[in-house]
């Protein structure tokens, strides 16, 4: 019954490591913004590059803090709009 309630299939879910990093260059330098982390080894401290603004130009960032295997229903961003770190330098 429940299926039916929710309009069909009922939503995945889906589980991510996040990473929060503090932007070290360009107009935004200094501000904090949260990126999906795929890389196993990250760790706070670490000098990573992102994709940052509407263009996604890679930006060098520093991790503050990784928060590992989130749920999309608790992740801290939206998940479908969700950047993922480019590197680790």
Same mark, same amino acid.
């Given at each position: 019954m429940i299926h039916s309630l929710?309009?069909?299939?009922?939503?995945k879910i889906k589980v991510n490591d996040f990473a /929060?990093? =503090?932007l070290l260059e360009g107009s935004s330098k200094g501000g904090i913004f949260w990126y999906i982390n795929k890389i196993s080894d990250l760790k #706070?401290?670490?000098?990573?590059? !992102?994709?940052?603004? &509407?263009?996604?130009?890679?930006?060098?960032a520093k991790v503050i803090r990784i928060d590992r295997?989130? *749920? *999309?229903? #608790? *992740?801290? !961003?939206?998940?479908?709009?969700? /950047? =993922?770190?480019? #590197? &680790?330098?």
């Open positions: 929710a309009g069909g299939d009922i939503r /929060k990093v =503090e #706070a401290g670490d000098i990573v590059v !992102v994709p940052f603004g &509407k263009h996604d130009a890679l930006t060098r295997a989130v *749920s *999309s229903q #608790a *992740s801290p !961003v939206p998940v479908g709009h969700a /950047k =993922e770190i480019y #590197a &680790k330098l």
